[in-house]
């Protein structure tokens, strides 16, 4: 069982910037993809970024194109999102995700991870 922790929500005013964390004591992590997704009250998760066990390909929703941004430390066990430009329609839940690097198919469904953390609430104000 794989245990994601997230952090780094909080309450940020329209155009301001968070970086969300999220670790794990699994020392297998680099054998994980791994992805950021949102939830909205009383809606599905959202895909919100993905990025590959090396780190070598990233993959952003259209929504956040240009001011998010996934990338990650193996040594640390940890991936992060940069969020830049926030906007108050990006106030959300945001939940990190795994799944083991032999998993085929689509990054963009919540469907396609196994292991999940809680959740971080991001609210921005405007």
């Known amino acids: 069982q794989v245990q994601l922790v997230e952090s780094g929500g909080g309450l940020v005013q329209a155009g301001g910037s968070l970086r969300l964390s999220c670790a794990t004591s699994e020392r297998t992590f680099s054998t994980y993809d791994m992805g950021w997704f949102r939830r909205f009250p009383g809606k599905e998760r959202e895909?919100?970024?993905?990025?590959?066990?090396?780190?070598?390909?990233?993959?952003?929703?259209?929504?956040?194109?240009?001011?998010?941004?996934?990338?990650?430390?193996?040594?640390?066990?940890?991936?992060?999102?940069?969020?830049?430009?926030?906007?108050?329609?990006?106030?959300?839940?945001?939940?990190?995700?795994?799944?083991?690097?032999?998993?085929?198919?689509?990054?963009?469904?919540?469907?396609?991870?196994?292991?999940?953390?809680?959740?971080t609430q991001v609210t921005v104000s405007s």
């Open 47 to 119: 895909f919100v970024a993905a990025i590959t066990w090396s780190g070598d390909s990233t993959y952003h929703a259209d929504s956040v194109k240009g001011r998010f941004t996934i990338s990650r430390d193996n040594a640390k066990n940890t991936v992060y999102l940069q969020m830049n430009s926030l906007k108050p329609e990006d106030t959300a839940v945001y939940l990190c995700a795994a799944r083991p690097i032999y998993y085929s198919g689509t990054y963009y469904s919540p469907l396609m991870y196994d292991y999940w953390g809680r959740g």
